[in-house]
């Protein structure tokens, strides 16, 4: 089971970035991947997911509205859709997977993640005022 990562760079204040993860050992029809953050001094936070079981997902509130979530199966490929970034957007960013255990929500999927041992290497978000 592998994840990577990628996309991130230097963008200006209310930029936007496409992050991609690419997963192989499994199949995203079966299993949810999700993304996290983490900046420098600060705990990892969890932010978004979609299910692949009910198609739901998840945000958090910081980044509903600017983030989307998207997949493609064929691509074994989860994209994160960043607009109007900020300079607080600025961090580490990975990707995670429930595998191997099955989420029925996207907010079960998430909790799965936390404590998943499937991690992307990280892909790092420079956002400047």
């Known amino acids: 089971v592998q994840l990577q990562a990628s996309g991130g760079g230097l963008v200006q204040d209310g930029g936007s970035l496409k992050l991609s993860c690419v997963v192989s050992?499994?199949?995203?029809?079966?299993?949810?991947i999700g993304w996290f953050r983490q900046a420098p001094g600060k705990e990892r936070e969890g932010l978004s997911c979609m299910s692949a079981s009910d198609g739901s997902t998840y945000y958090l509130d910081s980044v509903k509205g600017r983030f989307t979530i998207s997949r493609d199966n064929a691509k074994n490929t989860v994209y994160l859709q960043m607009s109007g970034l900020k300079p607080d957007d600025t961090a580490v960013y990975y990707c995670a997977t429930d595998y191997p255990r099955h989420s029925i929500t996207a907010a079960q999927a998430m909790d799965n993640m936390r404590s998943s041992d499937y991690w992307g290497q990280g892909t790092l978000v420079t956002v400047s005022s």
């Open positions: 050992g499994f199949s995203l029809d079966y299993y949810a």
